[in-house]
């Protein structure tokens, strides 16, 4: 199953595929972005097949979907 | 900041993405859509996101369902208590702020709420404005009174 990380960018955002169970460089790239974007606070959320979102601190290798969303302040 | 076209799609198609059938016809229709939220001691009770972009306002009188405007004129028709202002750290488009937000309020409502900076929107001020001339007026009154029936001093 190929799985995906969507991180919020000027871009719109930057996607990261990885093969799920195949470890290799694209999985190292998409742990090592997805730890990058948690250092700057973004917010982390695995995205089910069904639609359904939950928070997640650490990067699931066997997630479908991974989306670091933009962090927010108040002001 | 300006983006370009292509990242405005892109963060416009990730949002519609996220967002159930209920919302993504009520956002492509209406403007703005619901939330159901799973509710906190503070509850922001029902939000209006809109003008200014980025702030989000409570309203006092209703709970549910919390309603993210992105219109300024659907936010004129409204009359909120208190507001909350709140935008990305990071240059991303609007809509990628957007579902942000939605996530955040529909994951961890106490965090936004303790993230975002609340403040008395300026129709509640005015109304307050008003009610604190009432009562200076009416102590003043008061006070013109009590001296008026104080017995003279011997």
């Known amino acids: 199953m190929m799985s995906i990380l969507k991180i919020h960018s000027i871009r719109g955002d930057d996607e990261f595929r990885w093969e799920s169970g195949v470890d290799d460089e694209r999985l190292r790239r998409a742990r090592d972005e997805f730890q990058r974007a948690r250092r700057r606070q973004f917010f982390a959320y695995s995205r089910s097949a069904n639609g359904d979102t939950q928070v997640i601190d650490d990067f699931d290798p066997n997630a479908r979907e991974i989306l670091m969303a933009v962090p927010l302040l108040g002001g | ?154």
């Open chain 2, 1 to 154: 900041m300006y983006y370009t076209y292509e990242a405005q799609d892109r963060a416009r198609g990730l949002l519609l993405e996220y967002l159930s059938p209920e919302q993504r016809e009520a956002f492509l229709t209406k403007g703005h859509f619901d939330i159901v939220k799973t509710g906190c001691r503070r509850s922001l009770h029902m939000v209006l996101l809109g003008y200014p972009r980025f702030r989000v306002y409570r309203l006092s009188h209703s709970r549910y369902p919390v309603t993210l405007f992105t219109s300024s004129r659907q936010l004129a028709r409204s009359a909120p208590k208190w507001g909350y202002c709140i935008h990305s750290h990071g240059a991303v488009p609007q809509d990628d702020e957007l579902l942000s937000m939605k996530l955040l309020l529909e994951h961890d409502e106490q965090q936004f709420i303790a993230i975002a900076y609340r403040f008395r929107s300026p129709e509640a001020r005015a109304r307050l404005v008003a009610l604190d001339l009432l009562h200076f007026e009416e102590g003043a009154a008061r006070r013109a009174r009590a001296a008026r029936d104080l017995p003279l001093a011997p």
